[in-house]
């Protein structure tokens, strides 16, 4: 098996949930090569397979239980996700939405276990919250901004958080659709951490004072605190061992912290996610070097990593350079041994996310066929604090644009003599951008489920992207930042990769690129997956995508020493 093959089939591990009740953990597994819903079975270390067939099952949750479980279930990418729920001892499965021509989000059951609740745009709003009891579904929330983040609180009430930006913490009565605001911190992030039901209090982590910093609210007295304060980004606090556990990120790396007593301790590095339920504590870990691993209560039960890969993979550092303001741009580099002289700058996506040590399969592809990566974590993206995160406000394709040029300066002053660009999603949209703007730099591009055309994409793309872009982005700029409107600058060849039922970036997209460089006569080549949408998950596709990419990438190499 070559070194692409190898890369393509790595496994991965996410969506993990404890059920302390049962002793077990289910989790998302791609191990056949497509998403598929797992148990981990703590009291005798077996692994049951729960879902087969063609399609991807995602978001798995366990019932409080532990008898009945529910996933999503979409097909061929397209993200409209129905919600299904299955009997442990029988196997027997039900689809709870029943409506293909729309999607449903993150299924969780109340304390009590007889009401699900998940988030869909099938009353007509972008991502609500719904409830599904006693064989009927109905909306619970009906605001125009998106519910991205929910949990119960009682088994009548949710707590949710309502809007994109300047977000709100909010309570809702199922029962009554009673609904008040809880938690505002003007011109912040505020999310949702764990609940403690008895207790009848919850976690939460805002920006409120640049770093996201932990608090706690007391549902009964309605007065909330601050908890864990510091100059670094934590995520996802959950009470544990009578202490509080989050995920802070720093220096490129994501740590599992106990804030117990007042003192923090450090429990492990290169953690992903994490859940805990009554004492029962589980974990992904990934890193450069290890692409996935499942802990629970401590001990590893499942190593990802091919025997092929063990002591050849390069070790991410990271580095960074100055930006065309002056601001200090970090970004994540993988250098290996062998390295050829060529660089590849890799945009990733969002743009509100960021690059870090985990695993990156396109990164090894590349770094283990010579050519050095630079992910550079653009302004806008997320781990560097409020202010970091809002420069690009209103401003999508232009600072952040600048700062991933520089990151092709940055190359060449560590001595690259040819400098490529690479991106998915928002990082393919980057990509575009970058090969007109500045066409002179690039050797070639590749551009993985990008937008190209800011008018048609905010006309389809799916409608809690729109929401985020009516904030994020000024139209008046729409022309002046779609790539398609600048392509006869385009001087290096491009391959376009997309999904034929991206909902996200829809193939419209591409296919207008494909059109308009045909008629410009301009080098490109396009693949089109007719079974993927917004990610390419299936194994096969997969494989002949990293294929295409290296045999791209190396042609432009021969071409260019032969010249």
């Known amino acids: 098996m070559d070194i692409t093959e ?8 996410m969506d993990v949930e404890v059920n302390a009740r049962v002793n077990a953990v289910v989790f998302n597994w791609n191990r056949d090569g497509k998403w598929d819903v797992f148990i981990y079975w703590v009291r005798d270390g077996s692994i049951e397979k729960l879902t087969g067939g063609p399609d991807s099952y995602l978001m798995p949750t366990f019932s409080p239980r532990g008898d009945l479980v529910a996933y999503a279930r979409d097909r061929d990418g397209d ?4 919600v299904i729920v299955r009997e442990l001892d029988t196997g027997r499965e039900e689809d709870i939405t029943r409506d293909p021509g729309h999607y449903h989000f993150d299924p969780s059951f109340n304390p009590r276990g007889d009401v699900i609740a998940f988030t869909s745009n099938r009353s007509g709003r972008p991502m609500q919250l719904h409830v599904y009891e006693d064989g009927v579904v109905r909306e619970v929330t009906r605001w125009d901004e998106p519910i991205l983040d929910y949990e119960w609180v009682s088994n009548d009430e949710i707590v949710y958080v309502r809007g994109i ?3 709100e913490v909010r309570l809702v009565n199922i029962r009554s659709l009673e609904d008040r605001l809880l938690l505002h911190f003007k011109d912040s992030e505020t999310f949702l951490g ?3 039901v008895e207790g009848g209090r919850f976690l939460f982590y805002s920006n409120a004072d640049e770093w996201f910093d932990i608090g706690e609210f007391d549902l009964r007295r309605m007065e909330w605190r601050w908890v864990c304060r510091s100059s670094s980004e934590k995520y996802d606090p959950t009470y544990y061992a009578g202490g509080i556990l989050f995920i802070e990120y720093s220096g490129g790396v994501n740590r599992l912290r106990l804030l117990d007593g007042g003192k923090l301790v450090d429990l492990d590095s290169h953690v992903e996610e994490f859940h805990v339920d009554n004492g029962v504590l589980a974990y992904i870990k990934s890193s450069s070097t ?13 190593d990802t990593t091919p025997q092929e890969l063990r002591g050849a993979l390069v070790k991410a550092k990271i580095g960074s350079y100055r930006s065309f303001d002056g601001r200090v741009i970090e970004a994540i580099i993988y250098k290996p041994g062998n390295w050829r002289g060529s660089a590849i700058i890799r945009v990733h996506g969002g743009p509100d996310a960021h690059s870090y040590d985990t695993w990156s399969p ?6 283990l066929h010579g050519f050095m990566v630079i992910e550079p974590n653009y302004r806008g993206s997320t781990g560097y604090g409020k202010s970091f995160l809002h420069l690009n406000d209103r401003d999508l394709g232009g600072g952040d644009l600048e700062d991933v040029v520089k990151a092709y300066e940055y190359a060449r002053s560590m001595g690259a003599r040819r400098v490529y660009i690479m991106g998915a999603s928002y990082g393919g949209y980057l990509t575009a951008l970058a090969l007109v703007k500045k066409p002179e730099l690039w050797s070639g591009g590749i551009a993985i489920v990008g937008f190209y055309n800011w008018y048609t994409e905010y006309e389809r793309e799916a409608d809690y992207l729109k929401a985020y872009d009516r904030v994020k982005m000024d139209p008046s700029l729409f022309h002046d930042r779609s790539p398609i409107f600048h392509l006869e600058k385009l001087k290096a060849p491009i391959l376009l990769i997309h999904g034929a039922n991206d909902p996200r970036c829809p193939v419209y997209e591409v296919k207008q690129m494909a059109e308009k460089l045909e008629e410009l006569g301009r080098r490109y080549e396009l693949v089109v997956y007719p079974d993927e949408g917004h990610s390419i998950r299936k194994e096969h596709n997969r494989v002949d995508m990293y294929r295409r990419i290296i045999g791209f990438l190396e042609k432009l190499e021969r071409e260019a020493e032969s010249s």
């Open 165 to 167: 930006y300047d977000t």
């Open 362 to 367: 396109l990164s090894q592809l590349l770094a």
């Open 79 to 82: 993200e409209n996700f129905q």
């Open 6 to 13: 190898v890369i393509a089939k790595t496994r991965i591990i």
């Open 194 to 196: 764990d609940v403690d």
């Open 290 to 302: 290890t692409p996935s691993a499942l802990v629970v209560n401590g001990r590893t039960v499942i």
